[in-house]
């Protein structure tokens, strides 16, 4: 059966625990190794990944791609203004062309339904990178930076402060499939889609709104934000002003556990969602979390392949 990973819920709680404590196991095992060394086991030898990008990228670039080399295979980038795509070439055509040329498809857009479309066309598997609704391969490296600092995720009490994006829709699918909590402190008008609010709550998590950041981070066991203004957006400074009183700063960590930590996918834009004295902190671990996009995705392709 072929597997698609366009949300969390492709896999589900399961597989996703599975995925995790496959990513752990190899990290684990490649502790000194040279980054570009093959994995002992090499699972992936031959294959091929085409990577689609029309957003620009750092981490969801080269973390693909190494995943691919430590999994024994390699990987293709292919940039939409200088392919086909980028003169009108339909999604459908694209997915079709690829499917007979590469074993595996990854691609990062700013439209979910290109995804959805890639998917429904492609006959090897189809990796989200990022999306304008989503951003599940960054929600696993997050989950493995969590497991790693020590902390179970069932029970666990998470919180969200900025703006109810693509990252907090993804948190909120995993809160539901993982059985975590989140306390979501947004702007008003700028709230997570309703959609993943539902989901998370249906599946036992416990989400709560407020315009009130102190009351989303006390007590909290993890503090999560993202930049503010995503590229391309516009209404920058209006949005700013508005996101303000969301700012994680040194008295805002306090309010959370004397042993919470601090997330953020990155890029950050310090002095706006964050200050320095949090980010470059000691609650901070923002680069471990970086680092684990590998790893993480490592065993999601491995999962794609039916493999774990």
């Not at 980054?35 to 080269?62: C, N, Y």
Request: some cysteine.
């Amino acid at each position: 059966m072929l597997r698609h990973f366009t949300d969390l819920v492709d896999a589900g709680g399961d597989a996703i625990a599975a995925i995790l404590n496959d990513a752990m196991d190899r990290k684990a095992a490649r502790t000194t190794w040279p980054k570009g060394r093959a994995d002992a086991d090499a699972p992936l030898q031959g294959r091929v990944l085409a990577m689609i990008f029309e957003k620009s990228s750092t981490r969801t670039r080269v973390s693909f791609d190494m995943a691919m080399r430590q999994l024994g295979g390699s990987a293709l980038i292919m940039e939409s203004g200088s392919t086909q795509l980028g003169r009108g070439e339909t999604i459908a055509d694209t997915a079709r062309v690829l499917s007979r040329m590469v074993d595996a498809i990854m691609i990062r857009t700013d439209d979910h339904a290109k995804i959805e479309e890639m998917a429904r066309h492609a006959t090897v598997p189809v990796i989200n990178g990022l999306s304008d609704q989503s951003h599940p391969c960054q929600i696993v490296a997050d989950l493995l930076t969590v497991i790693e600092q020590g902390k179970a995720l069932p029970g666990l009490e998470v919180a969200w402060l900025g703006d109810g994006n693509n990252v907090l829709h993804s948190i909120l699918e995993a809160a539901g499939l993982m059985k975590f909590n989140v306390r979501v402190a947004v702007p008003d008008g700028y709230e997570p889609d309703a959609r993943f609010v539902g989901f998370a709550r249906e599946n036992g998590s416990r989400v709560t709104l407020t315009r009130d950041a102190r009351e989303a981070v006390a007590g909290a066991d993890i503090v999560v934000t993202d930049t503010w203004v995503s590229m391309g957006q516009a209404h920058a400074e209006e949005k700013i002003r508005a996101m303000l009183p969301y700012q994680v700063n040194a008295g805002l960590m306090a309010a959370a556990r004397p042993d919470a930590r601090f997330l953020h996918c990155l890029p950050a834009h310090i002095g706006e969602e964050v200050t320095a004295e949090v980010f470059e902190g000691p609650q901070s671990v923002v680069f471990d979390e970086a680092e684990n996009r590998i790893h993480a995705q490592k065993s999601v392709l491995l999962w794609c392949f039916g493999l774990i």
